[in-house]
């Protein structure tokens, strides 16, 4: 994206980008990373019916404390009938109920036993875990699928699911600098800087996504760049106050040139996340198709034609 598209990019446009972004990824060698053995519990776990999942099945598995669990329990009817009102149209309110969603239905639980909220997930695995909750939500079916044209010709229909999910997956250029103790990139700069990086938090995100819809209602123009980097490098954080980011902004508006080109170009590097759909074809090939939603997320937890599937005639 060139400076000029960026500088017309709109309150809106950036939420979309950042929601559409869909970031993470599996790094190929996790198991460099000498994670312990996780027992994982799949039984119905409480009267609240917990799923325990490894970290390492996440796109950001590797950006978690080693040993943790993320604990995800399907949607009750009252939290389908919120997200049933999404507005499609409007980014601010799908990141809003998705984030409500997720509010309700997952949780992180470190290997010490604590308990975290999803604030302390990492942003790029909002869709995936979307995503997990409805497979968790709507066992026996009502699946919600896209087609994607095979290099041969037939059409193939993929449903969107974690078996179909494939994630982005950072070089192992950049991998080679990952921190185990502070699961982070540690980044050297020949100008004697240290940078860390790492996706940042949901709970990181709201904080930026509120500053950004009150700068627009007060008619500021948003500093992309900034927003763009920043929360990369605040990624052990699960929030920041307004006056925070405000202070942030003025340091980063100081930062020297090497400084600044270094992180844009690491940033850039850091694609967690969906990359697309794929399923093989009957002729063996596998076909791809981008993530999208197929009518919408507001489609996402509402069964498909449930008048013709419920009627009894
Ligand atoms: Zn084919």
Known sequence: MSKQEESNLSEEEYLRKHIEGLESNKPSNTQNFQQ???????SRAS??????????????????????????RAAQV?????????????????VEKMND?????????????????????????????????????????????????????QEVSIELKRDNFKLFEPSDRILSFFDAISTSFRFEVKNGKVFNLAPPTIGLQKSFTEYIVKENAEKKKPNLSFLKIIPFLL????????????????EYQKIDDISFQFLNAAVEKMTFGIEKLR???????????????????SAIFVVHDAFEQFIKE
């Open 235 to 250: 990624y052990d954080r699960t929030s920041i106050t307004i006056d925070g980011i405000k202070s942030k902004l003025e």
């Open 47 to 72: 009267d609240l019916h917990y799923f325990a999942f490894d970290v390492k099945e996440f796109p950001c598995g590797v950006f978690y404390p080693a040993g943790s669990t993320i604990q995800v």
């Open 101 to 153: 969603m997720l509010s309700s239905c997952v949780r992180i639980k470190y290997l010490d036993g604590t308990i975290g909220s999803y604030m302390e997930i990492r942003d790029p695995d909002r869709y995936y875990l979307i995503f997990l909750i409805r497979e968790l939500t709507f066992q026996k079916g009502s699946s919600l699928t896209t087609t994607a044209t095979c290099e041969c010709g």
């Open 36 to 42: 312990p053995e996780v027992k994982v519990d799949n």
């Open 279 to 297: 399923k093989q074809c009957q002729c063996g090939l596998e076909s791809h198709t981008d993530m999208i939603f197929p009518d919408g997320p």
């Open 78 to 94: 009252k939290e389908i009938q919120a997200y049933s009102m999404v507005d499609d149209n409007n980014f601010y309110d799908i």
